[in-house]
T-cell receptor
Framework: DGGITQSPKYLFRKEGQNVTLSCEQN?????MYWYRQDPGQGLRLIYY???????QKGDIAEGYSVSREKKESFPLTVTSAQKNPTAFYLC????????????FGDGTRLSIL | QKEVEQNSGPLSVPEGAIASLNCTYS??????FFWYRQYSGKSPELIMS????GDKEDGRFTAQLNKASQYVSLLIRDSQPSDSATYLC????????????FGQGTTLQVKP
């Protein structure tokens, strides 16, 4: 079945460590997005990519980095510069054309050790 | 002013009642509007989309859009305990980047 796969489901980060969250989609979608969700809050956009080898910062990009080397993959690295990384991270993708909704993966829950 | 505003709730309704969830947005040029349902600890799931003024019905769900008032709502008829979740309103920007702006969500509690 087509969908978006995020891994791992749970991730723990030590102080000073970079960690990478995986997002893979087989929906043939051009655009992919990373969101952060804190308890009781809405979704905040970290980075997005509308095409391979190109990406843009969202509202809260500081302390994060991404790459888009393949259409199917959009990994997110949470760097040591992100001082408060504990959150629920969601990856989404959308097709081209008007009125396309975003579809989400199951998310990765990141915590600090 | 927030770009997409929702009442955080909780909105509590008895089983079988109609639940009404509301959302206002600030970008007058927005073209696409979505409602997502998010159960606790899970990712958002698309339940309704609407693009034209008026009502759109899908089963027990009805989305209503009024672009002049910059207002979109979701009605859930015959509410069930399984409808208890947070409902997120999402709106595209008129800049057509494909980005969605999400409200903070309204928590719905359906009591048996």
């Amino acid at each position: 079945d087509g969908g978006i796969t995020q891994s791992p489901k749970y991730l723990f980060r030590k102080e000073g460590q970079n960690v990478t969250l995986s997002c893979e989609q087989n929906l043939n979608h051009d655009a992919m997005y990373w969101y952060r969700q804190d308890p009781g809050q809405g979704l905040r956009l970290i980075y997005y990519s509308q095409i391979v080898n190109d990406f843009q910062k969202g509202d809260i990009a500081e302390g994060y980095s991404v790459s888009r080397e393949k259409k199917e993959s959009f990994p997110l690295t949470v760097t040591s510069a992100q001082k408060n990384p504990t959150a629920f991270y969601l990856c989404a993708s959308t097709g081209t054309g008007r009125h396309q909704p975003q579809h989400f993966g199951d998310g990765t829950r990141l915590s600090i050790l | 002013q927030k770009e997409v505003e929702q009442n955080s709730g909780p909105l509590s309704v008895p089983e079988g009642a109609i639940a009404s969830l509301n959302c206002t947005y600030s970008d007058r040029g927005s073209q696409s509007f979505f409602w997502y349902r998010q159960y606790s600890g899970k990712s958002p799931e698309l339940i309704m989309s609407i693009y034209s003024n008026g009502d759109k019905e899908d089963g027990r769900f009805t989305a209503q859009l009024n672009k002049a008032s910059q207002y979109v709502s979701l009605l859930i008829r015959d509410s069930q305990p399984s409808d208890s979740a947070t409902y997120l309103c999402a709106v595209t920007l008129s800049s057509n980047t494909g980005k969605l702006i999400f409200g903070q969500g309204t928590t719905l509690q359906v009591k048996p």
